[in-house]
């Protein structure tokens, strides 16, 4: 079978640029009204999207009032979108810092039994203060020690996932006998951080569980994601490290026991559209126009764990001791080294830098044509740079329709992506095979 490309639409409310929420081509409606995400959700399953996919933050946002915030919770907004499409798949993040297995593990399989199969889960391992204090816990995890308990976190809910197999179900109204007991074994989960008994009291959903996603690129983040994630979120600005990303995750899989197949590595992109290059460029200097420096400063240090950029001026060109040791942030270690190999290779000045971050945060931005558009995605697809691409429109819904119905068409004309779907779960959209209910439990007793 001829590889496929992936696309996933990223749904962030009016855009993924910060100053799209003011822009006159984004959606008027509030961020808190279902139709916003509809609407979105719709125009990409109508362009044969593998799914729409939704972040999440569990602390307010930025408090000066300058940029948009508040977001509704993931796994509630996605359920009823559930009810409002047909075959997209509909990826959540869910902490693993956060939330107890028992929770999160009925939470996503009720999701996969209300969209028929099409749940996924983007496993994340939560870093911010804020949130910690939102939960009345202190924040003092380190980075590795994150990553020692959501091993655990996921083992729990993977075993929880296959402790009521669907099969249980026996449902004979003649017979009275509703369950085959038989079929059903506590998970009997017990790490050092977490115990679960089990079983789980939802039945095994259509995909057998619900696909794993995962967006780590540090060192440990890899590793989690060759042993656990079918669909990598990631981000480059470069083709080359791409290319090394790809290459070692698949290979850190194979370790595993794994195929290369297994996973679906998708970075992101977010293409500003025009009839010309110009036209297209012309967009990120509207939305740039739109944006405030303070709100910059404000993400660049949450960013950096803290530091304050407020006494560096704007328009000198950034050195590295301008940045704090990145190998000693606590939070998104690999990005913001990233962030300051990108700095430092293009001398940008901080103004540059949040200008640069206010498009994309540290992925890949670009501006051009529809055709501009399908030959980069197409060049990072065949070099092996990509499976597909986690889609950041800079507006939603004037970019995204541009994607859609101008960028989507030609990709299905190269042969690269589907005219229609050929299945109608998740796992089937990104080509994986099926998960079995009676693997041998990680871990449990």
């Given at each position: 079978?001829?590889?496929?490309?992936?696309l996933?639409?990223?749904?962030?409310?009016?855009?993924?640029?910060?100053?799209?929420?003011?822009?006159?081509?984004?959606n008027?409606?509030a961020?808190?009204?279902?139709?916003?995400?509809?609407?979105?959700?719709?125009?990409?399953?109508?362009?044969?999207?593998?799914?729409?996919?939704?972040?999440?933050?569990?602390a307010?946002?930025?408090?000066?009032?300058?940029?948009?915030?508040g977001?509704?919770e993931?796994?509630?907004?996605?359920?009823?979108?559930?009810?409002?499409?047909?075959k997209?798949?509909?990826?959540?993040?869910a902490?693993t810092t956060?939330?107890?297995?028992?929770t999160?593990?009925?939470?996503?399989?009720?999701?996969d039994?209300?969209?028929?199969?099409?749940?996924?889960?983007?496993?994340?391992?939560?870093?911010?203060?804020?949130a910690?204090?939102?939960?009345?816990?202190?924040?003092?995890?380190?980075?590795?020690?994150?990553?020692?308990?959501?091993?655990?976190?996921?083992e729990?809910?993977?075993?929880?996932?296959?402790?009521?197999?669907?099969?249980?179900?026996?449902?004979?109204?003649?017979?009275?006998?509703?369950?085959?007991?038989?079929?059903m074994?506590?998970?009997?989960?017990?790490g050092?951080?977490?115990?679960?008994?089990?079983?789980?009291n939802?039945?095994?959903?259509?995909?057998?569980?619900?696909?794993?996603i995962?967006?780590g690129?540090?060192?440990?983040?890899?590793?989690?994601?060759?042993?656990?994630?079918e669909?990598?979120?990631t981000?480059?600005?470069?083709?080359?490290?791409?290319?090394?990303?790809y290459?070692?995750v698949?290979?850190?899989a194979?370790?595993?026991?794994?195929?290369p197949?297994?996973?679906?590595?998708?970075?992101?992109?977010?293409?500003?559209i025009?009839?010309?290059?110009?036209?297209a460029?012309?967009?990120?200097?509207?939305?740039?126009?739109?944006?405030s420096?303070?709100?910059g400063?404000t993400?660049?240090?949450?960013?950096?764990?803290?530091h304050?950029?407020?006494?560096?001026?704007?328009?000198?060109?950034?050195?590295?001791?301008?940045f704090?040791?990145?190998?000693?942030?606590?939070?998104?270690?690999?990005?913001?080294?990233?962030?300051?190999e990108?700095?430092?290779?293009?001398?940008?000045?901080?103004?540059q830098?949040?200008?640069?971050?206010?498009?994309?945060r540290?992925?890949?931005?670009?501006?051009?044509?529809?055709?501009?558009?399908?030959?980069?995605?197409?060049?990072?697809?065949?070099?092996?740079?990509?499976?597909?691409?986690n889609?950041?429109?800079?507006?939603?819904n004037?970019?995204?329709?541009?994607?859609?119905?101008?960028v989507v068409?030609?990709?299905?004309?190269?042969?690269?992506?589907?005219?229609d779907?050929?299945?109608?779960?998740?796992?089937s959209?990104?080509?994986l095979?099926?998960v079995?209910?009676?693997?041998?439990l990680?871990?449990?007793?």
């Amino acid at each position: 079978m001829t590889r496929q490309l992936h696309l996933n639409l990223f749904l962030m409310s009016r855009g993924h640029h910060e100053g799209a929420w003011r822009h006159p081509g984004s959606n008027h409606k509030a961020l808190t009204d279902l139709e916003l995400y509809v609407e979105a959700a719709q125009i990409a399953e109508e362009a044969k999207f593998d799914a729409v996919f939704l972040a999440d933050t569990l602390a307010a946002g930025n408090s000066s009032g300058l940029a948009s915030s508040g977001s509704l919770e993931p796994i509630v907004l996605l359920s009823l979108l559930a009810a409002h499409t047909k075959k997209i798949g509909l990826i959540g993040t869910a902490s693993t810092t956060y939330s107890l297995p028992y929770t999160l593990a009925r939470q996503f399989a009720t999701l996969d039994h209300l969209s028929k199969g099409r749940a996924g889960w983007n496993i994340v391992t939560s870093w911010a203060p804020e949130a910690g204090a939102n939960y009345g816990l202190a924040q003092n995890v380190d980075h590795g020690d994150r990553y020692r308990l959501a091993e655990e976190f996921v083992e729990a809910v993977d075993a929880l996932w296959k402790s009521f197999p669907a099969d249980a179900v026996v449902d004979d109204r003649e017979a009275g006998r509703y369950l085959d007991t038989n079929r059903m074994r506590p998970a009997n989960y017990e790490g050092s951080h977490y115990k679960t008994k089990g079983p789980l009291n939802v039945p095994g959903s259509p995909q057998g569980r619900p696909v794993y996603i995962q967006a780590g690129q540090s060192d440990t983040g890899r590793s989690f994601a060759a042993r656990w994630a079918e669909a990598i979120f990631t981000a480059h600005m470069a083709i080359d490290s791409a290319k090394t990303f790809y290459s070692d995750v698949k290979n850190r899989a194979v370790a595993y026991g794994r195929r290369p197949e297994d996973i679906v590595v998708l970075p992101g992109i977010s293409a500003a559209i025009g009839s010309t290059k110009k036209e297209a460029e012309q967009v990120w200097e509207e939305l740039d126009a739109l944006t405030s420096t303070e709100v910059g400063l404000t993400r660049l240090s949450a960013r950096f764990g803290g530091h304050d950029f407020s006494h560096i001026p704007l328009d000198r060109p950034l050195a590295a001791g301008d940045f704090p040791d990145p190998n000693a942030v606590e939070a998104s270690r690999s990005r913001v080294i990233g962030y300051v190999e990108m700095t430092l290779r293009e001398k940008l000045t901080l103004r540059q830098l949040l200008r640069k971050l206010a498009g994309a945060r540290g992925h890949l931005a670009v501006a051009g044509t529809p055709d501009e558009i399908a030959d980069l995605i197409q060049e990072w697809f065949q070099s092996g740079a990509a499976d597909g691409f986690n889609v950041m429109p800079p507006i939603i819904n004037s970019q995204l329709k541009l994607f859609a119905e101008e960028v989507v068409p030609l990709l299905q004309k190269r042969g690269l992506f589907r005219l229609d779907y050929q299945g109608s779960t998740l796992r089937s959209h990104f080509g994986l095979g099926a998960v079995g209910v009676d693997a041998t439990l990680a871990r449990s007793a």
